[in-house]
């Protein structure tokens, strides 16, 4: 079973970080992949990007790449997503997500199983 918790969202002005967690309780970290998504008011869930459990490349959105990195600490089993340079389309419910797939570059969130509760960031111009 696997249980995940998001932490570090907030508010910022325009040209703001903000750097998000997600705590990964499961004994199969390194065999899945781990996954930041974005979801604004009357907007579908889109994804920003992904990380594979076991090592490898991580994967970006283009609207979020240049600015936004993820890394991970597999003995931690926690995922980051460092977010600079924001912007207020950046603005959204973020959720941190994992799948038993080992793609991570998939960003469809139906490819993952389980879901974090969320957490909000708001970028102000």
């Known amino acids: 079973q696997v249980h995940l918790v998001e932490s570090g969202g907030g508010s910022v002005q325009t040209g703001g970080s903000l750097r998000l967690s997600c705590v990964v309780s499961t004994i199969a970290y390194t065999r899945r992949c781990m996954g930041w998504f974005r979801q604004a008011p009357e907007k579908e869930r889109e994804g920003v990007a992904t990380i594979y459990g076991g090592g490898g490349t991580p994967y970006y959105s283009e609207s979020v790449k240049g600015r936004f990195t993820i890394s991970q600490d597999t003995t931690a089993k926690t995922v980051h997503l460092q977010m600079n340079s924001l912007k207020p389309e950046d603005t959204g419910m973020y959720y941190c997500?994992?799948?038993?797939?080992?793609?991570?570059?998939?960003?469809?969130?139906?490819?993952?199983?389980?879901w974090g509760q969320g957490t909000q960031v708001t970028v102000s111009s």
């Open positions: 997500a994992s799948s038993k797939g080992h793609s991570s570059g998939i960003l469809a969130p139906a490819y993952y199983d389980t």
